[in-house]
């Protein structure tokens, strides 16, 4: 009876990292916004600017943080309410976006005036799934994260991944359909049983997603297949949870990927799989986003360990693999940790925050539980982290030890969304609603 108690809470656990999943091309941009003379920081993408969690230390990046979180020092500019969503909030120069599951039967993109939170426009479509019977705590809402593109002749796309693998390109103006695939009928893939979970990609022409069982490369302006690989056929649920990176790895500009069971490099032109390593986790419960540290990858799994991988280039006949330079028992569950120097600040499986030396893969400090996740940002030597209940933390990039600067509650409902900070403004996505703050 213990064991099924024990069984039953385990898979509860997992489905809330299935749900979650929770896309390196640099995309940070300081747009000049209309009739205003300075320009203003933009959050177009999954964990920002470049993918990675992390924000430029100089003036670019707007205002300096300031050290307390109270008051006056950080005040709510506007809320609206909302359905469901796990999606982050992406941020152009004067709008801000975020997706919805409305009545358990459509998904809904809405658009909202960055500076007053008054909706701008809205775009609906059927689409909504129910998850198995041991995930339905964690609800059955959209979770993929959108990606806005600014083409070279001004035109902003905005992409969005339905929960039923369905790619959905909009005019970010107006909310104008520009394109649609479902993924599904195009490929003869199953339904995601977790619903669709990795965020868009956009480099050049090309937008990039693991969908269809697979990992895809389409055509921005018009949904055209460019070419299709790493097909697991849909294998445990047909979801991938992870999202690509673009990176230059072993001399050679490659995709990281991380499917339910490899991580893998794949030339962006070509498809051509450049190397594939088998990485170890429970049931394919491979969350996390890659994180490039100098010339090799850093990933850690649940159910499995941490490690740095130096990739080994191979050709399309014969791809490559990747050696371990180092492996340790650290696991972490489903957030993606940022790099601050050579150490990677990771939460745990066991709702933990470690501080790990990249070097050796030693951790230099492990604190005491917190929540289930944490998305976190990085400028300079200071991080914030928003747990998904709702708090807050300002803590030091300091290997030496974990270090409080602050903490506040910014909300009671739940906070699983990526926290996005663009310039003095942070936008959290509640469970429920949308909350822009603002720094002093």
């Given at each position: 009876m213990r064991r099924e108690r024990f069984l039953r809470g385990s898979i509860v656990t997992m489905c809330v990292a299935f749900v979650l999943g929770l896309s390196s091309a640099p995309v940070w941009s300081a747009?000049?916004?209309?009739?205003?003379?300075?320009?203003?920081?933009?959050?177009?993408?999954?964990?920002?600017?470049?993918?990675?969690?992390?924000?430029?230390?100089?003036?670019?990046?707007?205002?300096?943080?300031?050290?307390?979180?109270?008051?006056?020092?950080?005040?709510t500019k506007w809320r609206v309410d909302l359905g469901p969503s796990y999606s982050g909030p992406i941020v152009s120069a004067?709008?801000?976006?975020?997706?919805?599951?409305?009545?358990?039967?459509?998904e809904a993109v809405r658009a909202y005036d960055r500076a007053t939170g008054k909706e701008v426009w809205s775009r609906v479509w059927d689409g909504s799934?129910?998850?198995?019977?041991?995930?339905?705590?964690?609800?059955?809402?959209?979770?993929?994260?959108?990606?806005?593109?600014?083409?070279?002749?001004?035109?902003e796309r905005l992409y969005v991944g339905g929960i039923r693998d369905r790619i959905v390109c909009l005019n970010a103006a107006d909310g104008s359909e520009?394109?649609?695939?479902?993924?599904?009928?195009?490929?003869?893939?199953?339904?995601?049983?977790?619903?669709?979970?990795?965020?868009?990609?956009?480099?050049?022409?090309?937008?990039?997603?693991?969908?269809?069982?697979?990992?895809?490369?389409?055509?921005?302006?018009?949904?055209?297949?460019?070419?299709?690989?790493?097909?697991?056929?849909?294998?445990?649920?047909?979801?991938?949870?992870?999202?690509?990176?673009?990176?230059?790895?072993?001399?050679?500009?490659?995709?990281?990927?991380q499917t339910r069971n490899d991580l893998a490099g794949v030339d962006p032109e070509t498809g051509t799989v450049l190397w594939k390593q088998k990485v170890e986790a429970f049931r394919g419960m491979n969350i996390l986003t890659p994180v490039v540290f100098k010339d090799a990858i850093f990933t850690s799994a649940y159910g499995g360990k941490a490690?740095?991988?130096?990739?080994?280039?191979?050709?399309?006949?014969?791809?490559?693999?990747?050696?371990?330079?180092?492996?340790?028992?650290?696991?972490?569950?489903?957030?993606?940790?940022?790099?601050?120097?050579?150490?990677?600040?990771?939460?745990?499986?066991?709702?933990?925050?470690?501080?790990?030396?990249?070097?050796?893969?030693?951790?230099?400090?492990?604190?005491?539980?917190?929540?289930?996740?944490?998305?976190?940002?990085?400028?300079?030597?200071?991080?914030?982290?928003?747990?998904?209940?709702?708090?807050?933390?300002?803590?030091?990039?300091?290997p030496k030890a974990f270090t409080v600067l602050d903490k506040r509650k910014v909300s009671e409902a739940e906070t699983w969304a990526y926290l996005a900070v663009a310039g003095d403004e942070l936008f959290i996505r509640e469970l429920k609603s949308l909350v822009a703050w603002q720094w002093k």
């Open positions: 747009d000049p916004a209309p009739g205003a003379g300075a320009a203003k920081s933009t959050w177009a993408q999954w964990r920002g600017p470049s993918r990675d969690g992390l924000l430029p230390a100089g003036d670019e990046a707007g205002p300096a943080w300031p050290q307390s979180l109270q008051g006056d020092a950080l005040t004067t709008m801000v976006f975020t997706t919805e599951t409305a009545d358990k039967k459509q799934l129910s998850v198995p019977f041991f995930a339905k705590e964690n609800g059955d809402w959209i979770r993929s994260t959108p990606c806005l593109d600014v083409d070279a002749d001004g035109t520009l394109w649609s695939v479902d993924c599904v009928e195009r490929f003869k893939s199953p339904v995601p049983a977790f619903g669709c979970v990795c965020s868009p990609l956009v480099v050049g022409d090309a937008v990039y997603m693991q969908a269809g069982a697979a990992f895809l490369k389409l055509n921005k302006r018009t949904g055209e297949t460019l070419w299709r690989v790493l097909d697991d056929g849909g294998g445990m649920g047909g979801s991938a949870f992870s999202s690509p990176v673009l990176a230059a790895v072993g001399g050679r500009t490659q995709l990281l990927v490690q740095l991988w130096k990739p080994l280039l191979g050709e399309a006949e014969a791809p490559g693999k990747a050696e371990p330079l180092w492996t340790k028992k650290t696991e972490a569950y489903m957030s993606s940790p940022v790099i601050v120097g050579r150490y990677a600040y990771v939460h745990l499986r066991s709702r933990r925050v470690a501080c790990v030396d990249l070097t050796t893969g030693e951790e230099t400090w492990r604190t005491e539980p917190f929540g289930r996740y944490w998305s976190m940002v990085a400028r300079g030597d200071r991080i914030l982290g928003l747990d998904e209940r709702g708090d807050l933390y300002l803590i030091a990039a300091d």
